[in-house]
């Protein structure tokens, strides 16, 4: 039996188009000793997936090779196993999406419990990162007012929610479309939200958090980086999870966060982190999320694509704003 992938068919200038993807068969290899072969049930999508696709000098991870399957976060079901400790039936959570079938050496798989969440691809949100960043990072101290940018997407809708649940005193948001700032007052409990492309963004920031900033969670850069600057009280604390506007300008350099003397003068902190600094937090994480899922006090925002010949296209209307909450391709024909 075949299985399919995508390939990186060729590696593109800027923001890639369709013709960048290909679909390849492959056959289903055995697991060698010390191999697991993985059905993959679910996987993610990331904005930081086009910097891979592309060529760019300063970026701190190997870019995809042409030629290859890319990879990504995934989960799915071990359908034969090479390894005792890794039994047949287990779901496990890896790094080799953009394929159907996935054989990953034993060591680099996470056994997950199946049934602690309605769905495996729970499994995939960014809500780690959100409540690493709100916490360890940021250090978010109750009744503080704390700003989020592209909050209608997957990590930013965690971030406004999981602000909430950690006792912020206001919690504002940006977004892309009136929709989209709708959505975050409404169903996701924002307190303030304005369209970022509605006039200068520190202008509108000023007017949804009238009492300053206390932590602002970056997953942009660009302009709203030096409107929260601008918007921080003294001893703000901003935590720097990603680069929207860089990767969907097709990597074009960011000028980064512009005067230093506005930093020193205010004393603000810029930190900028990973998940992978903070998987120490995942059960902690998985516990209160558990908890805030069951008793309804968190909306879990999800948009499931089907089939892995939808996912290029999906990943470019991603970044293009066409979804709220996490991305995710369902892999099982
Ligand atoms: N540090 C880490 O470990 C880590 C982990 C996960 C993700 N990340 C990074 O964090 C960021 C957010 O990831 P995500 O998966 O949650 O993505 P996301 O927010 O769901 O990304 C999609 C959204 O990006 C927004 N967007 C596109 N271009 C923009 C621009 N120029 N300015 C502002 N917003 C723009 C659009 O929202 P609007 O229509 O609302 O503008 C779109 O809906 C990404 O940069 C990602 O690579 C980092």
Known sequence: MNAREIHLAARPQGLPGPDAFRLAETEIPDPAPGQVLIRNLYMSL??????????????????????????????????????????????????????????????????????AYPSVSTYLAFGLVAYAGLTAVAGLRPG???????????????????????????????????????????????????DRHDGPIADRLREAAPGGVDVYFDNVGGEQLRAAIEVMNPHGRIALCGALARQSAGGEPDPGPGDPMRLIGKRLTLRGFTMSDHLDLAPEFGRRLRQWLADGSLVREETVIDGLEN???????????????????????
Not at 146 to 162: E, H, I, N
């Open 311 to 333: 996912a290029p296209q999906a990943l470019l209307d991603l970044v293009r704003g066409a979804y709220t909450g996490k991305v995710v391709v369902r892999l099982t024909r």
């Open 46 to 115: 990331d904005p930081g997936m086009l910097l891979l696709i592309g060529a760019y000098p300063d970026i701190p991870m190997p870019p995809y090779e042409v030629g290859a399957p890319l990879h990504g976060d995934a989960i799915g079901e071990v359908v034969a196993s090479g390894e005792p400790s890794v039994k047949e039936g287990s779901v496990v959570l890896h790094r080799l999406g953009w394929r159907e079938y996935a054989l990953a050496d034993a060591t680099q798989v996470r056994q997950v419990d199946p049934h």
């Open 144 to 194: 503080e007012t704390v700003f989020v940018s592209s909050a209608a997407g997957a990590t930013g809708s965690m971030v406004g929610q999981l602000a909430r649940l950690l006792g912020a005193g206001r919690v504002v948001g940006s977004a892309g479309t009136p929709e989209k700032v709708a959505h975050l007052t409404g169903r996701l409990g924002f307190d303030a939200a304005f």
